[in-house]
């Protein structure tokens, strides 16, 4: 099993959470014809529930995937490597939205792990962002087939919001700050690269 009983709960718990966060910035479209009765009668609940699911289903998987991207790459290296759930950052995320506020800002989770040498930290640290680099290149794609757009035109805004994510946790987690991805990236890279340039 990939992973834990543990890492499992803090993976389901950050699936929540991250859809609760999210769950006003990506509109669900209607199913069918918008019928304005129908939705005033809907309960709070049950549209809350729904606007979830539907962040759920589009957040998650960038986020997992990406972190199981880093746990994958770290075991390969013959690493022990932990998913945790951030519940600080968590927190602060479910307070912002609380709060309505118009800036959102946290990290859903992060893998730990021991590497010590600077290639093990750089293809570890890539791999997050690479995966998402990939999927937002599938997205893109897919939205532009002609194919997708004739045949599965109800799938385009899904796989337009898709890419827009994936595009955003690529940027973002490759900042060259601390804690993002990009601070370990650059900063391997600089410790492998430099020594051929003479640096």
């Known amino acids: ?8 709960i803090d993976v389901i718990i950050m699936t ?3 859809g609760f966060i999210f769950k006003d910035t990506f509109v669900r479209p209607h199913e ?6 129908k939705a005033a009668q809907e309960s709070s609940f049950s549209k809350t529930w729904k ?16 972190e199981l991207a880093h746990k994958l790459v770290a075991i390969s290296f013959g690493l022990v490597a932990t998913f ?18 118009p800036f959102l800002f946290f990290v859903p989770g992060y893998v730990s792990h021991a590497a010590t040498g600077h290639v093990e930290t ?9 995966l998402n680099l990939v999927l937002w290149v599938l997205a893109s794609l897919l939205c532009a087939s002609v194919t997708i757009q004739k045949s599965y035109p109800k799938a385009l805004p899904a796989l337009y919001l898709t890419s827009r994510i994936n595009m955003f946790l690529f940027f973002f987690n490759m900042l060259p700050v601390p804690p993002f991805d990009g601070f370990s ?15």
Request: aromatic content about 12%; charged content about 10%; hydrophobic content about 60%.
């Open 1 to 8: 099993m990939i992973f834990s009983v543990g890492e499992l």
């Open 16 to 18: 929540v959470a991250v």
């Open 32 to 37: 069918g014809r918008f019928d304005p009765i």
């Open 51 to 66: 606007d979830m699911r539907f962040a759920i289903l589009l957040t998650a998987p960038a986020i997992i995937f990406h």
């Open 84 to 101: 945790h759930a951030s519940y600080s950052f968590l927190a602060i995320g479910v307070a912002l939205r609380l709060l309505h506020s």
């Open 122 to 130: 750089l293809a570890i640290a890539f791999a997050g962002p690479l």
């Open 185 to 199: 990236v650059f900063s391997s890279l600089y410790h492998v690269v430099g020594p051929m340039l003479g640096l």
